[in-house]
């Protein structure tokens, strides 16, 4: 079947520097994107979404976006900082608001 | 808002006894529970579907049978594992939905090692 899957498995990034994780999905009826964070030993954390009639969307320091043409999504945190390390996923949605989540990148802050 | 618990938050058991792993929405109703399973370093797996009231549907490959799902109410869903072997041993967690929202509120999770 098809699932939403990680370019990357890990990221490496200075404290300071922008950080950019990326997320290819297979599902052309998926209309409804999340990403998120979850720290070690607890459940995932929402950070941002976005749906598919939108191609950007951004928040406190976060921006999504999702190029449909070529089924990426990617998820943009500005000023990455100790405490944004984590693994991050991608999950893709449909009406039936069953989400199927990426493999997941982790996310390593170097101070 | 949109806190959801689940009790407890690890369990250590023996082979072939059962576990029962609580899922509550504390300040909202949950017309939908979602059960997952991630074993180390991989990603969610959705187990199965809960609305309250009724069965729970399962996604392929999960034994209903072993996994057994209860939604009496809108703010508690129990996951069962039966005659739990170290296989089963896992990180599970739940989510929740209100109404016609879609976003999913997700539990903190339940580390379940089955010795």
């Known amino acids: 079947g098809e699932s939403v899957g990680l370019h990357l498995p890990t990221l490496s990034v200075q404290e300071g520097d922008n950080s950019i994780i990326n997320c290819a999905y297979s599902?052309?009826?998926?209309?409804?994107f999340i990403w998120y964070k979850q720290e070690s030993g607890k459940g995932p954390q929402f950070i941002i979404d976005i749906r598919s009639n939108m191609d950007k969307r951004q928040g406190q320091r976060v921006t999504v976006l999702l190029n449909k043409t070529v089924k990426h999504l990617s998820l943009q945190i500005a000023a990455t900082q100790p405490g944004d390390s984590a693994v991050y996923f991608c999950a893709e949605g449909q009406n039936d608001y069953k989400l199927s989540f990426g493999a997941g990148t982790t996310v390593t802050v170097r101070a | 808002g949109a806190v959801v618990s689940q009790h407890p938050s690890r369990v250590i058991c023996k082979s072939g006894t059962s576990v029962k792993i609580e899922c509550r929405s504390l300040?909202?109703?949950?017309?939908?529970m979602f059960w997952y399973r991630q074993f180390p370093k991989q990603s969610l797996m959705l187990m199965a579907t809960?609305?309250?009231?009724?069965?729970?549907?399962?996604e392929q490959g999960v034994e209903k049978d072993k996994f057994l799902i209860n939604h009496a109410s809108l703010t508690l869903s129990t996951l069962t594992v039966t005659s739990a072997h170290p296989e089963d041993s896992s990180f599970y967690i739940c989510?929740?939905?209100?109404?016609?929202?879609?976003?999913?509120?997700f539990g903190p999770g339940t580390r379940l090692t089955v010795l």
């Open positions: 599902n052309s009826a998926s209309d409804y």
């Open positions: 809960s609305n309250e009231g009724s069965k729970a549907t399962y």
């Open positions: 300040d909202f109703q949950a017309t939908t």
């Open positions: 989510s929740a939905i209100s109404g016609g929202a879609s976003e999913q509120f």
